[in-house]
């Protein structure tokens, strides 16, 4: 049902127009462009310091000093002058992010001085009234990045904390800390012990119950994914968000959004992701842009500086610990969002523009439990080389048919690694991220859909750099295939809960996407072995051994499921119309080999060391490399233009 | 005593159940009954129909020479206990009924009055072709139907050319291709027709995934077929042997008294010169589909469909009867009235296209009870005499 969102007043202050005419006087601003930034915090409702920013690069630093001239008030520079010790609380830390002010002087006579980014907000009295109910207040004008600066440094250590263990500390069941629960060592040695006393003492027997039920598995998992792809291949499956919707949308009701762009070692793509961010149809002003970079990443870090993008670009540096993983630093951002709705992209993303539009759209007309929209995601640089086109075939699949099936039929979706949009509030709830576990957003969709929220699939498409690399290939899939694992063996700590909570069709889509993958990469090689020594030995002499049932599915699965598989990534492409991967998915046997060597890797470091982050190498691709290339050589000349 | 009800009860209530939904119901079990009566009556008159003893008994594996599905049919109605050969017809009056509920139920939706829909259907189930193949068990009647399928999904493919469409394609003609020894006759030509039907035909890359998408899964059930009989020693030649053989490995007898056989086998040009005629004399219906084609431009913007119905019975016909595959034109003129069915279903016919339609059914109607064209064969002929007991 559509939700319509009362526009907030905003007026302009007399004290903010004096610092905006200062900087005209300063011939830092023209009047066209003052009043064009007047016009545009009007209509999208915000400040005009955000607007300015925004759309003329108006430093936090000129902004501040001006102001402060303008309004007769003191400059605080945070970082050279902090505040005490016991002045900022920790439990205001949240107030001080969203509202960006902080308490910053103790004045006599029981009078406390503020550092605020916009000392004339009328929420901050009110604010400052419930932690200090007896106290006067005075102001000072700081920037926003003095605050965050300040909120770092005071409350670094509480931070990466609760970016580590909030969700373990919360509940340790649905953490990955612990990989695998006693019970759950229990029965799978009790399985292993049962297999091997079968095999030893009635090995015909178990030999037939052993085959029967990988059989069964294998026919009921082709089942489900060959009805979803054919539900999911509709053209009607595909529109969720039309054209007029997004017309229908005007800047002032658009929310804020939290951009969230997990970096480390990539300051060579970090071009590319802010040439798309900025191509994205969405007022800048209302961009709230995260790149979360490890505060050891010098490179990464230095080059976002060097980049001298506008203001709503922050660099949250994240601080060392362990584990060092996306999730965690993910987690630490999350603590800095402004928006209602966040959003996660990778270094090498580029989202279609209208992504962010589409998904507030598609907020408004969702149920409340909607909590989460996936986009689609694909390969730019599809044409690289076999790897490339398979990954294409591969996610083509995924995203364009398996997943708008799952849709379609209230199946919860596992998500994806990027392009996930949450409503801030309900990601912060349920504790977001799980910083131990390396597939941090199928562990997530899961969660969510335990507490009965439900996650959509936006018609939008997210392009991203395949890994056409093998090393890097083998390394990322092994870890997905770890993270999906670990994804299962947390949320089968206690499977009548989870039955209970997911219900059956939820239950059995949880088992066939997230459970039954790695098991299938796992034992496939040893089911195309026994193939090849019965064709050895003689089809006729094994199926003597076998009831007509299980050699029936077992037939069904080697000759038919085998086959449409192929089938299946044959059509992946058609939908986009990439015509000229069709023949590609004739290699998918390939390919599906490699899965099984990096199942084995997955499994060895399961066991080894379950919470390792395998870094994907990004910027492998040809494509890639002349695309920031051309960016940056773009920037370059636009800057020689204009000084 | 009081007149009063005991319990309050809604004095409106009223069931409602969708139109095409009762129309469709209500067809299908008149269809139903109606071939049931036929099914009696020639058993009441000693008529006995020859099938093949290998398709009941399972005899001869190698001998399903393509009626895998016939065979996997078969096999389940065996498991009901007591059943024997002659419930063989049990089949193809369920599918039959079936067949015209759903052809009245979507003429219905196309927005034809519920009795001309009723109507409709019962003159193709009085048609002597399709009375004769419901009533007697005939396998090829199941192929007729599915053949019928395989237009409505084409005309979907041309109407929104999606992925959907076309993997539904490529699974019925799959499923074509393992029920019926004679489907690659009509899978034929009926893949020329494919690329015409392919809006987002641009390039030859798009036209190679149109047939690997659309053909694949054939290919991958045929090679199932193969493989798994080579593993367990029974030779993919053998079956093909059997299926190359005239009428695909029948029995003598059978051969012996198929007169179309004898008069057209190996003769494509003649076999699809006669069968058009049939098809335009005994399903008329044609003649509404080539109307619609020369003055509807929004039949013209997607002429494949019609063109398919039109078309594809003679010339799946004639390339069966070049390799001596076709028993007799009975089950080309099912074919004929059955895709032309399949097509009123999918266009939107105006009054006087609806009253032509009713006209073509009747006079196909009149002329293959009347005529002596169908009833030259033995069998034919005495299944008519013991359908009305003379």
């Known amino acids: 049902m559509p939700v319509n969102l009362p526009l907030l007043p905003y007026e302009i202050s007399s ?487 997911l219900g059956f069709v939820g239950f059995m889509g949880f088992q066939m996407f997230v459970g039954f993958p790695p098991f299938t990469a796992l034992i496939n090689p040893f089911l195309w072995l026994s193939c090849a020594a019965a064709s050895l030995i003689g089809p006729a002499k094994i199926a003597a051994l076998f009831p007509a049932p299980v050699l029936a599915m077992a037939l069904f699965d080697l000759l038919i499921g085998n086959a449409m598989y192929v089938y299946f990534n044959i059509v992946a492409a058609s939908k986009r119309r990439w015509y000229h991967l069709v023949p590609w998915g004739l290699l998918a046997p390939a390919y599906w080999l490699l899965h099984s060597v990096a199942a084995c890797k997955a499994l060895s470091q399961l066991i080894t060391n379950p919470h390792y982050w395998e870094k994907t190498q990004h910027g492998t691709s040809a494509q890639t490399r002349e695309k920031a290339a051309t960016i940056v050589a773009d920037a370059k000349a636009q800057a020689a233009l204009q000084s | 005593m009081s007149t009063a009800l005991a319990t309050p009860h809604p004095q409106n209530a009223v069931c409602r159940v969708n139109p095409a939904i009762r129309a469709g119901g209500i067809t299908g079990a008149a269809c139903i009954a109606l071939f049931t009566l036929a099914t009696l009556s020639l058993a009441r008159h000693g008529y006995v129909q020859v099938h093949d003893p290998a398709l009941w008994n399972h005899s001869n594996p190698p001998g399903a020479g393509g009626r895998w599905i016939e065979f996997v049919l078969v096999f389940l109605l065996r498991l009901v206990p007591g059943i024997a050969e002659g419930a063989l017809p049990v089949l193809t009056i369920g599918a039959g009924g079936l067949f015209l509920g759903v052809f009245s139920h979507s003429l219905v939706r196309r927005g034809w009055h519920p009795a001309l829909a009723a109507l409709a259907a019962g003159l193709i189930a009085l048609n002597p072709v399709i009375l004769g193949m419901a009533s007697s068990g005939a396998a090829d009647f199941l192929y007729v139907l599915m053949a019928a399928c395989l237009v409505i999904a084409l005309d979907r493919f041309e109407a929104i050319g999606d992925t959907q469409s076309l993997i539904l394609l490529g699974l019925l003609i799959a499923l074509l291709c393992l029920a019926w020894p004679n489907a690659i006759f009509f899978i034929l030509p009926f893949a020329l027709l494919l690329p015409w039907a392919f809006k987002d035909i641009r390039s030859y890359s798009a036209a190679t995934a149109l047939f690997v998408i659309a053909l694949t899964p054939a290919l991958i059930c045929l090679c199932a077929v193969a493989l798994g009989g080579a593993l367990f020693q029974l030779p993919f030649a053998d079956v093909f042997a059997v299926w190359a053989a005239p009428l695909h490995g029948a029995g003598a007898v059978i051969i012996r008294q198929s007169v179309w056989l004898a008069n057209y086998g190996g003769n494509p040009f003649g076999a699809f010169v006669v069968l058009g005629l049939f098809c335009c004399a005994f399903s008329p219906a044609v003649f509404v589909i080539i109307l619609r084609l020369a003055t509807s431009r929004r039949e013209r913007a997607n002429p494949v469909t019609g063109i398919a119905a039109l078309i594809l019975p003679p010339a799946a016909g004639a390339l069966a009867s070049m390799y001596g595959q076709l028993e007799s034109a009975w089950v080309i003129i099912a074919l004929s009235l059955s895709c032309a069915a399949a097509w009123a279903t999918a266009t939107s016919l105006s009054t006087p296209e609806k009253a032509a339609l009713l006209g073509a059914l009747f006079t196909g109607l009149v002329a293959a009870w009347s005529t002596p064209f169908l009833w030259q064969s033995q069998p034919h002929f005495l299944w008519r005499n013991a359908l009305f007991g003379s």
């Open chain 1, 15 to 501: 004290h903010t127009l004096a610092a905006a005419s200062r900087l005209c006087g300063l011939g830092l601003l023209t009047p066209e462009q003052l009043l064009d930034a007047v016009a545009h915090a009007t209509t999208c409702q915000v400040k005009l310091s955000d607007a300015l920013a925004a759309l003329h690069g108006i430093s936090g630093q000129v902004w501040v000093r001006e102001y402060a001239q303008a309004a007769g008030l003191p400059c605080a520079d945070l970082v050279i002058q902090p505040p005490p010790d016991d002045l900022p609380h920790e439990a205001d830390r949240a107030l001080y992010l969203r509202h960006g002010f902080i308490p910053w002087r103790r004045l006599g006579d029981g009078v406390i001085l503020i550092a605020a980014h916009d000392p004339d907000d009328p929420a901050l009295v009110p604010l400052l009234r419930r932690r200090f109910p007896l106290a006067a207040f005075a102001f000072a004008v700081t920037g926003k990045f003095d605050i965050i600066w300040t909120v770092q440094r005071f409350f670094d250590q509480a931070l990466s904390e609760d970016a580590r263990e909030a969700l373990y500390k919360r509940n340790p069941a649905l953490s990955a800390k612990t990989t695998i629960s006693c019970p759950q060592r229990i029965c799978a040695w009790a399985a292993f012990l049962l297999m091997v006393l079968g095999l030893e003492f009635r090995p015909h027997l178990a030999l037939i119950i052993l085959s029967g039920a990988i059989s069964a598995l294998y026919v009921a998992l082709f089942l489900f994914r060959a009805f979803l792809t054919i539900i999911g291949s509709g053209r009607r499956v595909d529109i969720s968000v039309s054209k007029a919707e997004i017309d229908r949308l005007t800047d002032a009701e658009l929310p804020v959004f939290t951009v969230l762009v997990p970096m480390y070692h990539e300051a060579e793509v970090l071009p590319i992701l802010v040439a798309s961010i900025r191509k994205l149809d969405y007022p800048l002003s209302k961009l709230d842009i995260k790149l979360v970079l490890e505060s050891g990443d010098h490179e990464t870090i230095e080059a976002a500086k060097a980049l001298r993008a506008e203001e709503n670009f922050e660099i949250i540096r994240v601080p060392d610990s362990q584990p060092k993983t996306k999730p965690k630093a993910c987690n630490y951002a999350l603590r800095f969002a402004r928006g209602d709705y966040t959003v996660v992209f990778d270094a090498e993303d580029i989202p279609e523009p209208d992504q962010l539009k589409k998904v507030v759209a598609l907020f408004r007309t969702s149920p409340a439990n909607v909590a989460c929209v996936q986009a689609r995601l694909n390969y730019f640089n599809r044409d690289d080389n076999f790897l490339t086109r398979m990954f294409t075939l591969e996610y083509s699949h995924w995203f364009d048919y398996l997943l708008p099936g799952l849709h379609l039929l209230n199946i919860p979706i596992p998500l994806g690694g990027t392009s996930n949009h949450f409503r801030t509030d309900i990601l912060v709830e349920l504790g977001a991220w799980d910083p131990y576990n390396v597939t941090e957003d199928a562990d997530l969709g899961v969660r969510l859909t335990q507490a009965g929220y439900r996650v959509a699939v936006v018609n939008s498409t997210t392009f991203e750099e395949a890994n056409g690399v093998l090393k890097s290939w083998i390394n990322q899939r092994s870890r997905w295939i770890k993270g999906y694992m670990q994804t299962w063996l947390v949320h089968m700590r206690h499977p009548v809960q989870l039955y209970r909570r």
